[in-house]
């Protein structure tokens, strides 16, 4: 887009179009800083800044949403889990347009809440769906299938809130489209391509990478740092647009490094680079302790909000039964 569609002062205009200034495009000004726009027009700071607020605005697909819209569900539809308990510790679900993270040691549950929300995605609006399938893309470990159909045979016992009828009527595994990605370059692949075709069709209304880490973790060594960050910015570009363009959320499942060398504690793998492009960060951990329910045990779990716009820091036992990820407000322990 050339600089004189901007809806700019006339004296703002007059400076872009002088035959010595290299500002021919929007790209050309959000590119460049504002003491360097100031040296090339001449203009004053407020003139410069109007120019600034005028390029971004064109740039911006989508208006940006305020915390305040997240909490109080202005945004639009949230995704449920299917557990009211859990549900509650996320306001709702999650929110629809961003990425949502979820971190965790192997074996805490993460995968689970990937296929539940697999399931979740395919009810109707007022059963806290979205009406479509989903995409979940796999990198490490090949997808959990027999589990899938396990969940799914144990819908009507998860979500006693829909109607047996309407649990009946749908056909789960048909809507979940399935990707293996065995490096960064397939991977792209898929997001630009793959996904927007079912995107475009309104096939899936989710689209789920498992893990992030994966592949950044392989193809970089730690000297390529800068590389691997460049890659990164990418790959979460890519996911934030499709996310705001077709009003869909996006879980990208994590692993995890330790804190420091000498301490047992874990945060999210990719650094920095990678926390500033999530929205909402959620843990899962393990807990020393068995949950017992009827004939079932499972050890016990945490899913913690470590940070979002919109939500408090919080958290909430939960345990993996046969229908699924639940969240455990009182239970019969055995401590080991």
Request: charged share 20%; with cysteine; glycine share 8%.
């Amino acid at each position: 887009m050339n600089c004189d569609q901007l809806l700019l002062h006339p004296r703002v205009s007059a400076a872009l179009r002088r035959g010595n200034i290299q500002l021919k495009s929007v790209k050309d000004v959000v590119c460049a800083s504002a003491p360097d726009l100031q040296r090339l027009t001449g203009l004053s700071n407020s003139d410069v800044q109007q120019l600034i607020t005028a390029a971004a605005a064109v740039c911006r697909r989508h208006p940006p949403i305020t915390a305040q819209q997240l909490q109080h569900g202005v945004s639009g539809a949230q995704l449920r889990l299917g557990c009211p308990v859990l549900d509650r510790l996320l306001r709702g679900g999650l929110p629809v347009g961003g990425i949502t993270e979820l971190a965790g040691e192997s074996g805490t549950g993460k995968t689970q809440v990937g296929l539940q929300l697999s399931l979740s995605v395919q009810y109707p609006a007022e059963h806290g769906g979205l009406g479509a399938g989903a995409l979940y893309v796999c990198t490490e470990d090949s997808f959990p299938i027999k589990r899938l159909h396990q969940l799914i045979g144990e819908q009507v016992c998860l979500r006693s809130d829909v109607p047996a009828d309407l649990v009946s009527s749908l056909r789960f595994s048909d809507h979940v489209y399935i990707e293996h990605t065995a490096d960064l370059d397939s991977l792209l692949v898929c997001l630009t391509r793959r996904a927007r075709l079912l995107l475009t069709r309104g096939l899936v209304r989710l689209i789920v990478v498992d893990s992030v880490a994966a592949l950044f973790r392989t193809e970089f060594q730690a000297d390529d740092w800068l590389e691997r960050n460049r890659q990164l910015l990418t790959f979460s570009s890519m996911l934030h647009h499709l996310s705001q363009e077709f009003s869909t959320p996006v879980l990208c499942i994590n692993q995890v490094t330790p804190s420091r060398p000498s301490l047992s504690t874990v945060s999210p793998a990719l650094g920095l680079a990678w926390a500033n492009q999530v929205m909402v960060r959620l843990m899962m951990s393990r807990l020393q302790g068995t949950v017992v329910r009827g004939d079932q045990s499972s050890a016990l779990r945490r899913l913690e909000v470590v940070f979002a716009p919109h939500l408090a820091r919080d958290g909430q036992n939960a345990a993996v039964w046969r229908e699924g990820l639940r969240g455990v407000e009182s239970w019969t322990s055995n401590r080991k």
